[in-house]
């Protein structure tokens, strides 16, 4: 192995370090986790920060694998096999690619006591997302001039993570990994699918980077059927997903107290188990005030973030109310109306406050909704509210005129 002082005076990794470090510390500051107190969603979070730190590692690599190329040519063919000879230059890169990995991970550390640490499965598909991209630069870099060599694996490696979320089909942005940055609400975690694609793509990038380097030229087109197979798989596992790469956290990680509805508390949230216990009973107490019962058949009440107060945990309950509508046809805009105004009262009904609700339902819809909730009696509220049902049950595809009237004789205006 070459002298450490020898390799490191050569790479450009410990010039990218700082230029790095400043764009990830920059871009941390506006991409905040979806929960900064959950270790999926902190980790999750890095993997924008990736879409620098993998093109300044193959930049890196490609300059490493034009210098060893340019030495082989200077004292002839080296003893050593082409991937210890590729370990040899471009483990500066691979501690530059740990140290980025490193500094995301600790700039979106969530807060002391928070149970858990970084997510074992994200992390190694980073790992392997920079490992890939070092070493396909370096491989560039052997085959092409450093003129063009760095301005190619720059550009294709930062095109490779920031272009396919913005693109269609959704599976382009799960086969890359840059999915990965909608993970997670407290009561998510990672689709394995959303795992397993970047796996398989970057994995068999690998082994086509290893088999190009040891198979004689007539025979490197091979190397490249590795990739071609693993990324049929990849699309198969990812196709039916659509662009969020999550699935719904196991109940067996929650603790759940016994009570009407069963009421169910993240590790995350133990420090305000007593107080969600407590926040939880009004907005009940109020639904069976309106004639409303919590149906026993939901799924247990649970919270998705980890930063609660009396108004999300009302917010919450309302939302677990709202009807589940499966629409094979699709819906009308009487449909989405309707489902505005049932969730503007159902939010007024548990006591969610004025800024709450104005947060998350349309004006119009709020507006309709508030005339109900204070100018009908109780009675007369909870058939106004079945009666909207039926319109959601239906799909919004009643007679427009007849549901445009519905609406008015059922959301009376506020009086002046």
């Known amino acids: 192995m070459p002298p450490v002082g020898v390799v490191l005076r050569g790479s450009w990794a410990p010039w990218a370090l700082p230029v790095v470090a400043i764009f990830i510390a920059v871009y941390a500051a506006d991409s905040p986790p979806v929960d900064d107190r959950y270790w999926v969603s902190a980790t999750a979070a890095g993997v924008l920060l990736m879409i620098f730190v993998a093109p300044a590692c193959a930049v890196c690599a490609a300059w490493d694998g034009f210098r060893s190329r340019r030495l082989e040519r200077a004292v002839g063919i080296p003893v050593r096999s082409p991937i210890r000879l590729m370990l040899n230059v471009c483990w500066p890169v691979g501690l530059l690619g740990l140290a980025a990995l490193g500094l995301s991970l600790w700039l979106y550390l969530p807060p002391g006591g928070t149970p858990g640490g970084p997510e074992p499965r994200i992390v190694g598909v980073f790992i392997l997302l920079l490992a890939a991209h070092t070493a396909v630069g370096y491989v560039v ?19 490779l993570g920031a ?18 940055d909608t993970c997670c609400w407290l009561d998510e975690v990672p689709d394995p699918a959303a795992l397993w694609a970047p796996v398989l793509f970057y994995g068999a990038a690998l082994v086509a980077v290893v088999g190009f380097a ?61 107080d969600v216990r407590v926040w939880a009973a009004e907005p009940l ?45 699709g819906v009308t805009d009487v449909f989405f109306d309707t489902e505005d105004r049932v969730a503007g009262w159902l939010h007024l009904t548990v006591g969610v406050s004025d800024a709450g609700v104005e947060s998350v339902i349309p004006v119009d819809a709020l507006r309709q909704s508030r005339a109900v ?29 007849q549901a445009a009237d519905q609406a008015a004789v059922n959301t009376p205006e506020r009086d002046e």
């Not at 052997?142 to 060599?149: F, G």
């Not at 272009?163 to 990965?180: C, D, F, K």
């Not at 009908?376 to 959601?392: I, T």
């Open 141 to 159: 870099g052997r085959l092409l001039p450093v003129v063009m060599a760095v301005p190619l694996v720059a550009i294709g490696s930062y095109l």
């Open 163 to 180: 272009m396919p979320p913005a693109m269609e089909p959704v599976w382009l942005r799960h086969i890359v990994g840059t999915g990965l």
């Open 214 to 274: 040891l198979l004689r030229p007539a025979w490197r087109i091979v190397a490249v059927l590795p990739l071609a197979v693993s990324g049929v798989v990849a699309v198969r596992l990812v196709a039916p997903m659509d662009w969020t790469p999550t699935q719904p956290r196991p109940m067996a990680d929650a603790s759940c107290y016994d009570a009407e509805p069963e009421l169910c508390i993240w590790p995350e949230q133990h420090r305000v188990a007593d």
């Open 285 to 329: 107490e109020r639904l069976d005030a309106a004639g409303l019962e919590y149906p026993p058949e939901l799924d247990p009440l649970s919270f998705d973030v980890t930063g609660l107060d009396p108004d999300r945990v009302r917010a919450t309950v309302a939302a677990h109310l709202m009807p589940s509508v499966v629409c094979e046809n």
């Open 373 to 401: 909730h204070e100018h009908m009696a109780p009675p007369e509220q909870l058939n106004w509210y079945r009666s909207e049902l039926d319109v959601l049950s239906a799909c919004g595809f009643a007679d427009p005129a």
